[in-house]
């Protein structure tokens, strides 16, 4: 049964300018991880060890901080406008507050999955490079090039999914500690480039906030095609 919809204009608003604060942060990051792994592939080629690039490494530490503090601030940010929302309707709900370890766990694990893709895409591409005679300097510089031209694609599709799940977890701790609601699949966000589906699951009320917690709890539905891009949310209706 198709519900009424909160306005969700300003979650996706927040959610934009978090993941915009992040990625021109996020420049200084990649510039570090980029160096290190051109040192590496300077090493391993100079020592005659093509072997080593299949273990090629960067440190994450300082993206995973970045990540995690973006995460927390956007969750506690949720909390808050999904309280202004029941405060709407007539109900008065403290914003609640996302687990802040569980959070650092998921930016952990994508900060490490992202860092390892990196260091893949830097080591295939000097295996190509390192050719019998070229000099360490082409194909360091070759690898420092490839890397550069990059796109940000799957940097923004994958810190806007974490941002993403930063945000329902956020708009899910206060809808624990609010009275209970007619909780709705909310795919309005997702409005300009709907699979099906999330054009097929938009409006579905749940029984409990539990089976909301299994579609949505890492902030995309999760059968949606588009993966990590979805921004589908929960909405919250209760009787006057």
Do not use: K
């Amino acid at each position: 049964m198709r519900q009424p919809r909160n306005d969700l204009a300003q979650v996706q608003e927040d959610w934009e300018q978090a993941l915009a604060d992040l990625l021109d942060a996020w420049e200084p990051i990649s510039d570090d991880q980029r160096a290190d792994l051109v040192a590496q592939v300077r090493d391993a080629v100079a020592g005659g060890d093509l072997g080593a690039l299949a273990a090629l490494t960067v440190d994450t530490g300082p993206a995973e901080d970045e990540l995690a503090a973006a995460m927390e601030d956007l969750a506690d940010a949720a909390a808050e406008q999904m309280a202004d929302e029941a405060a709407l309707q007539g109900v008065t709900v403290a914003a609640g507050a996302a687990d802040a370890a569980a959070l650092g766990v998921l930016a952990a694990a994508m900060t490490g999955l992202l860092g390892a893709g990196l260091a893949v895409a830097a080591g295939i591409e000097a295996l190509r490079l390192a050719t019998p005679g070229r000099s360490v300097d082409d194909v360091a510089d070759g690898v420092d090039d490839h890397l550069a031209a990059l796109t940000d694609g799957h940097l923004v599709t994958h810190l806007g999914g974490a941002l993403s799940a930063a945000q329902i977890r956020g708009r899910l701790a206060t809808l624990e500690i609010a009275p209970v609601a007619s909780w709705v699949a909310d795919e309005s966000n997702d409005d300009r480039n709907r699979c099906g589906p999330c054009a097929d699951e938009d409006g579905t009320e749940f029984a409990t906030l539990d089976e909301a917690w299994v579609d949505y709890g890492n902030g995309t539905y999760i059968n949606c095609d588009g993966r990590w891009r979805c921004r589908g949310s929960i909405s919250a209706t209760w009787d006057e």
